[in-house]
């Protein structure tokens, strides 16, 4: 269980947190959420005892792991899958240990403990970690310096996930995933078997995967059970309340006051008038709940054209030569709101800079309308922005003739107000820096609007605003994104990058979700049927698991045929060595034991290969 009691915190003066108490019991899934920069990463540094309370105090069980991803894997040269088998130290020591240990007793304690903590199983649960954020098995064996900063964060989430800390710890880890990751982790945290704390703003993956929301406002914290949809409305109902009795006690206030103004002059009433003065200092103000300002976004609209807006035949993509997509027979109009689905890697960066004319075509034609104006939108524009300089800049560069009322008007209809459009791009945060290459993107006017993860580092309420905005566009919109909420409500139009090409998703999202969650597991066939195949990743994790265990068995029975060997000496048993004769004895049951455990997760690793074999 974790405790949070009543603790303040204060970052250059600011309080973050002013008494604020929270209970998380242990095994609970909790979502983490509150409007940016309320403190929601400042609380996990506190809970880790990376920053000092100036009071209060936070407490776990004793000898409790806290784990969490700080930062990326290294770009070292060690593989993907034994930079995660190294998460679990102890493990890791074991096995080396089991490597070089010469006394039968360790050698059982250790084969013990191994099995234990199912240590045998571990190159399998990793990989299957490993596969499920998008590395195959050939990537898997690569190197971590083989990767960028983005895939590398997933390699350490992977690390994390293998370590299973009895306190998890994630920090908006969707920010970093593909759809496709996004929900392998949904599914995954459902089953983790410990406490987890999840910051996310992703209202999908806080919907299935938390049991409890943990609400940062006002510097205090409120628990809610349920989900995220659960405590909007809980949420809601208090607010409401609150707010009625806020009401009810200004009418009691002014009725009280009007008696007070009425007769404190008259000596007849003066007792009763200062009784009620009284009651009015006493009484304790309930305040009605003060909206925070509402984020908006205000795309300018862009004039109609005729459709198509663009549209392809036997068109091919690539890079260098080699072709990424081909066969390409599309067609987008003005009134389009179309999600690209598909595995990272299988091309939904090359249609999208297709598309927007950053990239030629191969072969094949496209047409557009001469008039067509297109807006891009990239994370990694984010991160090109200039950071000495200040959103006022960054808008004076692309609209010299405007005058800055006009700008200034352009910022605040997407959230940026006064205080933000003078500062400092370095100094804003993640959400108001999105908010800065949206508007960016969005300057011209565009009749298309391609978007590429547009939601990271956006809160809650920027997100459900986005939604409200592109709703409202009258412009195309393609959408890259891992928020399924975000593409529920906005895309009308499915397209599955996939096998070099893009064709219609004929099923809605719920049904491209249970697609991809079963994907690797057996169908619900009939039992005439022949089961699936299991698939290569999965045979070749089996195979390494049945020669690892032959490994450990041959180092178990040569210790076996050694200390037979001590124990066939006669001399052994001679006169004043018979306590040493009991000691090897002893020794020799004790390695018989890990033998027959050997030979156990041998040939049950065995037959589960020759099951995945035969079918």
């Not at 403990?113 to 571990?122: G, H, Q, V």
């Not at 808008?395 to 003739?401: F, G, I, K, M, W």
């Not at 969005?442 to 298309?448: E, F, I, R, V, Y």
């Not at 265990?549 to 066939?568: I, T, Y």
Request: glycine fraction near 6%; proline fraction near 4%; aromatic fraction near 6%.
């Amino acid at each position: 269980m974790l405790r949070i009691s009543d603790i303040s915190y204060a970052v250059e003066g600011r309080l973050l947190f002013d008494g604020a108490s929270a209970t998380i019991p242990t095994g609970h899934k909790v979502g983490l959420v509150g409007r940016n920069g309320t403190g929601k990463t400042t609380l996990f540094r506190l809970i880790r005892n990376e920053l000092s309370l100036e009071s209060g105090s936070i407490s776990l069980p004793s000898r409790a792991r806290i784990g969490g991803v700080a930062q990326e894997a290294p770009a070292s040269d060690v593989s993907l899958i034994d930079t995660v088998l190294a998460a679990d130290a102890e493990r890791a020591e074991l096995m080396a240990e089991a490597e070089t240990a010469q006394d039968p007793g360790r050698i059982a304690e250790i084969q013990t403990r191994l099995a234990d903590i199912d240590a045998w199983s571990a190159e399998a649960r990793a990989a299957s970690i490993l596969k499920g954020l998008g590395f195959d098995y050939d990537a898997q064996q690569r190197p971590c310096s083989d990767f960028s900063g983005g895939w590398r964060m997933r390699v350490a989430l992977a690390s994390v996930l293998f370590s299973q800390p009895d306190l998890l710890l994630l920090d908006e880890p969707t920010n970093y995933l593909d759809l496709e990751g996004a929900l392998w982790l949904e599914a995954y945290l459902v089953k983790y078997p410990h406490t987890v704390i999840i910051i996310s703003h992703d209202r999908e993956l806080l919907n299935r995967s938390v049991n409890g929301i943990l609400h940062l406002e006002d510097l205090g914290l409120t628990f809610y059970s349920g989900n995220y949809d659960q405590f909007a409305r809980q949420r809601a109902a208090n607010r409401a309340n609150q707010a009625a009795l806020a009401k009810k006690q200004d009418a009691r206030r002014a009725h009280l006051q009007a008696f007070v103004d009425r007769f404190k002059a008259k000596a007849s009433k003066a007792k009763q008038a200062q009784s009620r003065v009284k009651m009015l200092e006493k009484m304790e103000t309930i305040r009605a709940p003060e909206d925070a300002a509402r984020t908006v976004f205000t795309f300018p609209e862009p004039e109609e054209l005729s459709p198509p807006i663009i549209a392809t035949e036997g068109t091919s993509v690539g890079y260098d030569g080699t072709t990424i997509l081909s066969r390409l027979d599309l067609r987008i109009d003005q009134d389009d709101r179309i999600a690209l689905l598909g595995k990272n890697g299988e091309g939904k960066s090359t249609l999208s800079k297709m598309l927007s004319g950053r990239l030629d075509v191969m072969t094949g034609r496209m047409t557009q309308s001469s008039k067509l104006r297109i807006g891009f939108f990239a994370q990694h524009q984010v991160d090109e922005l200039h950071i000495d300089e200040t959103p006022l800049q960054h808008l004076q560069r692309e609209r010299p003739d405007e005058g800055q009322a006009r700008l200034r008007a352009r910022l605040a209809g997407f959230g940026l107000g006064a205080d933000q459009a003078d500062t400092a791009v370095g100094r804003l945060s993640g959400g108001q820096k999105a908010r800065l290459s949206l508007l960016l993107a969005t300057l011209p006017a565009p009749h298309l609007l391609i978007l590429d993860e547009p939601t990271n580092h956006l809160d809650i309420e920027s997100r459900e605003a986005l939604v409200e905005a592109l709703t409202a566009y009258s412009g195309a919109v393609i959408l890259v994104s891992h928020d399924m909420h975000l593409l529920s409500l906005v895309a009308d139009r499915l397209w599955l990058v996939s096998g070099g090409t893009v064709k219609p998703f004929e099923g809605d999202l719920p049904a491209y979700r249970d697609l991809l969650l079963t994907r690797d597991k057996p169908a619900g066939k009939p039992k005439a049927e022949k089961p699936k195949r299991p698939s290569r990743d999965t045979i070749l994790a089996l195979r390494a698991e049945v020669r690892k265990g032959e490994a450990r068995l041959e180092k178990v029975s040569e210790m076996r045929d050694k200390l037979a060997k001590k124990l066939a000496d006669p001399t052994l048993y001679e006169e004043g060595r018979k306590d040493e004769a009991v000691v090897w004895q002893r020794k020799y049951a004790e390695v018989m034991e890990a033998q027959d455990r050997a030979e156990d997760l041998w040939m049950k690793a065995l037959e589960k290969l020759e099951q995945a074999e035969a079918q």
